[in-house]
Nanobody, 121 residues
Framework: VQLVESGGGLVRAGGTLRLSCAAS????????MGWYRQAPGKQRELVAD???????NYADSVKGRFTISRDNAKNTVYLQKTSLKPENTAVYYC????????????????WGQGTQVTVSS
């Protein structure tokens, strides 16, 4: 299973950014897809995730500003980020949990390479 993120970049405070993450690899089902971030000198933390039936979970710090969505047919997850703040600067990682392939293989979790998001003040 491969995860490819896109949509990162440099944005000014108050701006908007949309991240995308596409999973590939003959996938039958993905239980949950989500976004994590890691700022310099800090641990990786959950930003938001979504189950295959649309149950979502957000970090308190992003509630009301970030929206996660999934396109199960495309095995893709999105993160719409609004009202960005400099403290949102981090490398954002996509994670797929509970992946089952069409060949019956099961992967507990897979991670993308990460995409840098920088918010300038």
């Amino acid at each position: 299973v491969q995860l490819v993120e896109s949509g990162g970049g440099l944005v000014r405070a108050g701006g908007t950014l949309r991240l995308s993450c596409a999973a590939s690899g003959s996938i039958a089902n993905i239980n949950a897809m989500g976004w994590y971030r890691q700022a310099p000198g800090k641990q990786r933390e959950l930003v938001a995730d979504s189950t295959s039936v649309g149950v979502t979970n957000y970090a308190d710090s992003v509630k009301g500003r970030f929206t996660i969505s999934r396109d199960n047919a495309k095995n893709t997850v999105y993160l719409q980020k609004t009202s960005l703040k400099p403290e949102n600067t981090a490398v954002y990682y996509c994670k797929a949990a509970g992946v089952t392939t069409n060949r019956g293989w099961y992967a507990p979790s897979s991670w993308g390479q990460g995409t840098q998001v920088t918010v300038s003040s």
